[in-house]
């Protein structure tokens, strides 16, 4: 079986759940850099060999837990985009998700981890972290523009900004997130009113 396919989640055998479950928890803790192969392997319950033959090699065993964390984000913020009730509300979800994320997830974003301890913009997990801040980023500007604000590229920005901020402080022993979310629902509640179309004859 060829690694490219192992590495899609419906293609993968036991062994091979077990291995990316086993990664993620030891990657996320611990430092992806600071985890080597002997001790997932130990923690999932398989050889060395059989994690080589799933995944081919410790890079693409990051690339796949970061993958499936990047999936699972995805539908968590369409669910709650979806859910979304009013034009703010709606911009605000990915904030509404993190917080039931943060829940479950205290050491940060693995995302946000993961560039910096894999700097090297050619490696196969450096450009799924970057690319799911770029997702979040396109994201924010595409929901902005629905609910008719002015700016919604600069909205984005700012909105990614506060975002990205709260999770880079949650390890530390104060709550970011809620002043974020308070600050996010100013900007976007003046850039909905800013953006609605003035009425006939008005000045």
Not at 159 to 170: I, K, M, S, W
């Amino acid at each position: 079986m060829k690694v490219a396919e192992v590495r899609e989640t419906q293609h993968r055998t036991p062994a091979g759940r077990r291995i990316v479950a086993a990664a993620e928890e030891l990657f996320y803790s611990r430092g992806i850099t600071a985890v080597g192969v002997d001790l997932i392997a130990e923690h999932s319950g398989v050889t060395k060999r059989t994690l080589y033959n799933q995944f081919g090699s410790k890079d693409h065993l990051v690339e796949a837990y970061l993958a499936d964390r990047d999936q699972r984000w995805r539908s968590l913020v369409q669910a709650t985009v979806d859910a979304g009730e009013g034009p703010v509300e709606t911009v605000m979800a990915p904030f509404a998700a993190l917080r039931i994320w943060s829940e479950t997830n205290s050491r940060g974003c693995a995302f946000i981890n993961a560039l910096a301890e894999l700097p090297d913009p050619a490696h196969p997990a450096h450009r799924i972290a970057a690319n799911q801040k770029r997702w979040l980023l396109d994201l924010f500007e595409e929901l902005a523009t629905a609910a008719r604000c002015a700016n919604p590229a600069v909205l984005a920005v700012q909105l990614l900004v506060l975002h990205e901020g709260a999770l880079a402080t949650q390890p530390l022993p104060f709550d970011a997130l809620s002043s974020s979310i308070d600050l996010a629902r100013k900007l976007i509640q003046a850039d909905v009113v800013q953006g609605r179309p003035r009425r006939s004859g008005a000045r």
